[in-house]
């Protein structure tokens, strides 16, 4: 299974559907690109800004996903010039349709590439996009409009 950033986010700090995906992903091979050690870590610290989070709490989540890479709980796979241009690919595929952003279509060329599936996210758009590139999403229910 190929996780958003955003889900886990999910897995290390209490959101209102963390409890889900907790129980939905335990015991899977899971995997994220490279891109969400920056993007975990900018998410944390937003939650800290946000006062949704304290330093502490922040600290032992960043602890965390360190631990779950470590113990390859979850797999990093390589941010190189392959899922770049890659990721460009996805980018015209999907538009006009699916206006994509740059770092979610990293993440569905990484997810591409690796075929690690379903793309687990719950971004509506980054689903839309691997909808239209015929890329299992979890959860299917995400709502299809964007």
Same mark, same amino acid.
């Given at each position: 299974?190929?996780?958003?950033?955003?889900?886990?986010?999910?897995?290390?700090?209490?959101?209102?559907?963390?409890?889900?995906?907790?129980?939905?992903?335990?015991?899977?091979?899971?995997?994220?690109?490279?891109?969400?050690?920056?993007?975990?870590?900018?998410?944390?610290?937003?939650?800290?800004?946000?006062?949704?989070?304290?330093?502490?709490?922040?600290?032992?989540?960043?602890?965390?996903?360190?631990?779950?890479?470590?113990?390859?709980?979850?797999?990093?796979? !390589? +941010?190189?010039?392959?899922?770049? &241009?890659? =990721?460009?690919?996805?980018?015209?595929?999907?538009? %006009?349709?699916? @206006?994509?952003?740059?770092?979610?279509?990293?993440?569905?060329?990484?997810?591409?590439?690796?075929?690690?599936? !379903? +793309?687990?996210?719950?971004?509506? &758009?980054? =689903?839309?996009?691997?909808?239209?590139?015929?890329? %299992?999403?979890? @959860?299917?229910?995400?709502?299809?409009?964007?």
């Amino acid at each position: 299974m190929y996780l958003d950033t955003s889900v886990i986010v999910k897995l290390l700090v209490s959101e209102p559907d963390s409890e889900f995906f907790i129980r939905s992903l335990e015991g899977e091979q899971l995997t994220t690109s490279e891109l969400a050690r920056t993007e975990v870590f900018s998410a944390l610290l937003a939650r800290e800004r946000a006062g949704k989070i304290n330093v502490p709490e922040r600290h032992l989540a960043w602890k965390e996903f360190e631990a779950r890479i470590a113990d390859e709980e979850i797999k990093i796979e !390589p +941010l190189n010039s392959i899922v770049l &241009r890659k =990721a460009t690919h996805c980018l015209e595929y999907c538009h %006009p349709s699916v @206006p994509l952003r740059t770092l979610d279509a990293i993440h569905l060329a990484t997810a591409d590439l690796c075929q690690d599936f !379903p +793309l687990v996210t719950t971004d509506v &758009r980054l =689903a839309n996009a691997a909808r239209a590139m015929h890329i %299992p999403v979890f @959860p299917e229910q995400l709502p299809v409009k964007i």
